[in-house]
């Protein structure tokens, strides 16, 4: 579930933004101190009250780093090679990943939108964004409505098909009802209307707003360094 947290120790959406294209270069360049972001990552998870998501992801990222690396996978059986090659994936992929779960899960829709119209971003990219970011909140709770009445029928996941069709076509029909939806509520309020817009919440910049990108900056350009 989606929550939003007011604490001293979340930082704004905007920091949460810089930090999630600082980790993106850690897609295209090895970067040898990924355990140490990665234990930054799930500390900030900790300490906004995601605790035991904090402990799982880091556990998780620990054990993707003992996969070995490209040019030793090629060393490997087939099979083997294949398995683990999608794990390495995974880890490639994982520091943004989290960076980007730490925006959505530990700050508001609102605040997310505010901040977009602080950094002046184009009403082109601005007004999918809104979209999306409403739109997954909407699509787990229904996932999750659909699920227990499933669980309740006695539908398991052993019977794939079945499970598929009172499960995954609901949800597609869902999905397509949600984002309509969504996209009237915009309209209604003038999403698109020229002109400087009031919002509820006001963007404020506090010590771990600096503090944040500044440590997962030094400690990218620390690990591309060594």
């Known amino acids: 579930m989606f929550v ?15 930090v999630l294209i600082l980790m993106s270069f850690t897609v295209f360049h090895v970067v ?11 500390l900030l998870f900790f300490i906004n009250g995601y605790r ?17 690396s490209f040019p ?27 960076a980007g779960n730490l925006l959505i899960k530990t700050s508001d829709v609102s605040s997310i939108i505010s901040s977009l119209g602080l950094l002046k971003i184009p009403q082109q990219v601005s007004i999918p964004l809104a ?3 409403r739109f997954f909140p909407s699509f787990q709770e ?13 539908v398991s996941r052993k019977n794939f098909l079945k ?4 499960v995954f076509v609901p949800l597609l029909i869902l999905s397509t009802n949600i984002a309509d939806d969504i996209a009237k509520a915009a309209e209604c309020k003038a999403i698109e209307a020229p002109g400087k817009k009031t ?3 006001a963007i404020k910049f506090r010590l771990i707003d600096f503090i944040y990108p500044a440590l997962a900056l030094l400690l990218l350009a620390g690990g591309v360094l060594l």
């Open 4 to 18: 939003y947290r007011e604490s001293a120790l979340n930082p704004n959406p905007i920091s949460k933004f810089l």
């Open 32 to 42: 040898h101190t990924e355990i140490l972001l990665a234990a930054f990552l799930s």
């Open 52 to 68: 035991m998501y904090a402990i799982k992801v880091f556990f998780i990222y620990t054990v993707l780093t003992l996969v070995p």
């Open 72 to 98: 030793d996978l090629e060393k490997l059986p087939a099979l083997l090679k294949m398995s683990l090659g999608l794990a390495l994936l995974v880890r490639i992929f994982f520091l943004p990943y989290l």
């Open 131 to 133: 979209v999306m970011f």
């Open 142 to 154: 229904e996932k999750a409505n659909i699920k227990m009445a499933m669980k309740i029928r006695g």
């Open 163 to 166: 499970y598929a069709e009172y």
């Open 199 to 201: 919002r509820y919440f």
